[in-house]
């Protein structure tokens, strides 16, 4: 079973994305990166749930989930259109429609949020500050934890990553995120 923290990673949003009608689907295309921790955290729940992926994950410059025929990503329930993997799934997925990027000259970690135009989600969390504010903790929680664990190659690799629907929302010093990740700013370079 997930920690307490793991399971109330992101409760809030799971019906949302569940209903979402957009084009612009999150869980196709989007191989997010996975950290070897996540990576064991993610293991240990498809055996203890019983949840049949075999060769759930792809290196390619940084570990993603695998995907389906169609794209998606290997845990999207295409029935459901839910994550079999929810809550214990990547940072990057609990941080929508919050997203970042690592400003080069800086060494700051700026933060974005999706244009509503393809997610729905990130309307509902912009349009209420309270929950901006909630989600952007979490968002922040999830996406630091993930730049500290990151090796500078992966760390490179998802930030080549162009997202062009998206506006800046915030910013802070890579600094913050445990020692190893003040080193990105020289390592993107």
Same mark, same amino acid.
């Given at each position: 079973m997930p920690s307490k923290s793991e399971g109330e990673r992101q409760s809030?949003?799971?019906?949302?994305?569940?209903?979402?009608?957009?084009?612009?689907?999150c869980c196709h295309g989007t191989r997010p990166p996975i950290t070897k921790e996540r990576r064991r955290i993610i293991e240990e729940y498809l055996k203890r749930e019983k949840i049949?992926?075999?060769?759930?994950?792809? *290196?390619e410059g940084y570990a993603y989930p695998r995907e389906n025929a169609e794209g998606y990503c290997v845990f999207h329930d295409m029935k459901t259109r839910k994550c079999m993997i929810h809550a214990v799934k990547p940072e990057t997925c609990v941080a929508g429609p919050i997203t970042f990027d690592i400003n080069k000259k800086t060494g700051k970690i700026e933060w974005y949020i999706k244009k509503e135009t393809i997610c729905p989600l990130a309307e509902i969390v912009y349009m209420d500050k309270e929950l901006l504010k909630k989600h952007m903790e979490s968002a922040k929680? *999830?996406?630091t934890r993930l730049v500290a664990q990151l090796d500078s190659k992966g760390l490179q690799a998802i930030l080549k990553k162009e997202e062009p629907e998206t506006f800046k929302i915030n910013g802070f010093s890579v600094e913050k995120c445990k020692g190893k990740a003040a080193r990105i700013s020289s390592n993107l370079e």
């Amino acid at each position: 079973m997930p920690s307490k923290s793991e399971g109330e990673r992101q409760s809030d949003f799971f019906d949302v994305c569940g209903k979402c009608k957009t084009d612009h689907d999150c869980c196709h295309g989007t191989r997010p990166p996975i950290t070897k921790e996540r990576r064991r955290i993610i293991e240990e729940y498809l055996k203890r749930e019983k949840i049949p992926v075999a060769d759930a994950f792809v *290196e390619e410059g940084y570990a993603y989930p695998r995907e389906n025929a169609e794209g998606y990503c290997v845990f999207h329930d295409m029935k459901t259109r839910k994550c079999m993997i929810h809550a214990v799934k990547p940072e990057t997925c609990v941080a929508g429609p919050i997203t970042f990027d690592i400003n080069k000259k800086t060494g700051k970690i700026e933060w974005y949020i999706k244009k509503e135009t393809i997610c729905p989600l990130a309307e509902i969390v912009y349009m209420d500050k309270e929950l901006l504010k909630k989600h952007m903790e979490s968002a922040k929680r *999830e996406s630091t934890r993930l730049v500290a664990q990151l090796d500078s190659k992966g760390l490179q690799a998802i930030l080549k990553k162009e997202e062009p629907e998206t506006f800046k929302i915030n910013g802070f010093s890579v600094e913050k995120c445990k020692g190893k990740a003040a080193r990105i700013s020289s390592n993107l370079e």
